[in-house]
């Protein structure tokens, strides 16, 4: 079984400028979280997706952050536009209906300069 | 998160020796999940508790979950540089079985 999938691994932007991230879940998993991780910390949910309908997003910074999963399958978390402190490595994972245990993806890590 | 503590912060430890690292909160633990992650990369789910008093045991580690459901402990014997990376324990504290908080991690170095 193929596991979450994220791309791109690694990405370098400037300050101001945007950026997107790419999940596909495992596939039948049916709920999908986004987490960010700033280094030496735990991971912090952003936003999490019941099919394609968010279930939370209250910490999400929605001035800037925004998230979609149009076909209940993949997603794309974007930020726009970016600024230091957004530099951080954003985790995807994913769950079956009814389950408790999240299966993560390898994560993206971000480097805003 | 404040909400979960994990200690030690940092571990090193020589090949061959045992280890414990520590998760607590103030609050009742649903539902406990602990996790390894290599640096720069993502979690791998190790174990699930659910019960108070559970234990649970997968090649070298073992797991528990105190009566009161408050506290878990990730046991490791006689370690490997294989068990190098940083642990960390999730908890459901809603009981809502819908999302996880996360402690700070543990970090793990095994000397050969």
């Known amino acids: 079984e193929a596991g979450v999938a994220q791309s791109p691994r690694y990405k370098i932007i400037e300050k101001r400028q945007s950026v997107a991230f790419w999940c596909n879940p495992i596939s039948g998993h049916a709920t999908l979280y986004w987490y960010q991780q700033i280094l030496g910390q735990g991971p912090k949910l952003l936003i999490q997706?019941?099919?394609?309908?968010?279930?939370?997003d209250s910490q999400l910074p929605k001035d800037r952050f925004s998230a979609e999963r149009l076909k209940g399958v993949d997603s794309t978390l974007k930020i726009q536009p970016a600024k230091l402190e957004d530099s951080a490595v954003y985790l995807c994972a994913s769950s079956p209906r009814g389950a408790e245990t999240q299966y993560f993806g390898p994560g993206t890590r971000l480097l805003v300069l | 998160s404040q909400e979960l503590e994990q200690s030690p912060q940092s571990l090193i430890v020589q090949e061959g020796k045992n280890l414990t690292i520590n998760c607590t909160s103030s609050k009742t633990l649903y539902g406990l999940y602990w996790y390894k992650q290599k640096y720069g990369e993502g979690l791998i789910f190790l174990m699930m508790?659910?019960?108070?008093?559970e234990e649970k045991s997968h090649e070298k580690i073992t797991a528990k979950l105190d009566e009161k459901k408050q506290q878990s402990s990730l046991h490791i014997t006689a370690s490997q540089p294989s068990h190098a990376g940083i642990y960390l324990c999730g908890a459901d504290m809603s009981g809502s079985a819908r999302q996880l908080t996360f402690g700070s991690g543990t970090q793990l170095t095994v000397l050969p």
């Open positions: 508790l659910q019960k108070g008093g």
């Open positions: 997706f019941q099919n394609n309908g968010v279930v939370d």
